[in-house]
């Protein structure tokens, strides 16, 4: 069983037992449990429900299980010939969530 996720503005497929990395939720604690209600897709055994736009009733229970940042994202400017040069980069917050169940 599985199931779509739209978790700020990302879909996410998910499955029981598996560990997911999503954008920082900073409200969240490491172990906290959090419930996603945006599912879009169920699928069950061949079986698949879509929602309109969303599975009414259906629900992804998670765990937070760490809070980090992803490697650096370099940015680079640079015009021919006229000595302009101009780098930036940052690091992108991310929160590892582990999926207990879904539920229809």
Same mark, same amino acid.
């Given at each position: 069983?599985?199931?779509? @996720?739209?978790? +700020?503005?990302?879909?996410? +497929?998910?499955?029981? &037992?598996?560990?997911?990395?999503?954008?920082?939720?900073?409200?969240?604690?490491?172990?906290?449990? @959090?419930?996603?209600?945006? @599912?879009?897709?169920? $699928?069950?055994? &061949?079986?698949? *429900?879509?929602?309109?736009?969303?599975?009414? &009733?259906?629900? @992804?229970? $998670?765990?937070?299980? $760490?809070?980090? *940042?992803?490697?650096?994202?370099?940015?680079?400017?640079?015009?021919?010939?006229?000595?302009? *040069?101009?780098?930036?980069?940052?690091? *992108?917050?991310?929160?590892?969530?582990?999926?207990?169940?879904? $539920?229809?």
């Amino acid at each position: 069983m599985y199931a779509v @996720v739209d978790i +700020k503005g990302f879909q996410y +497929k998910c499955e029981a &037992g598996k560990k997911v990395v999503i954008p920082r939720i900073a409200e969240a604690e490491i172990g906290d449990k @959090v419930v996603f209600e945006n @599912v879009l897709l169920i $699928s069950e055994n &061949g079986d698949v *429900q879509i929602g309109t736009p969303t599975v009414k &009733g259906a629900k @992804v229970e $998670s765990t937070v299980l $760490s809070h980090g *940042q992803n490697d650096k994202v370099i940015h680079f400017r640079k015009y021919r010939r006229k000595g302009f *040069q101009k780098k930036k980069g940052h690091r *992108q917050p991310f929160t590892e969530i582990e999926v207990n169940a879904i $539920s229809k």
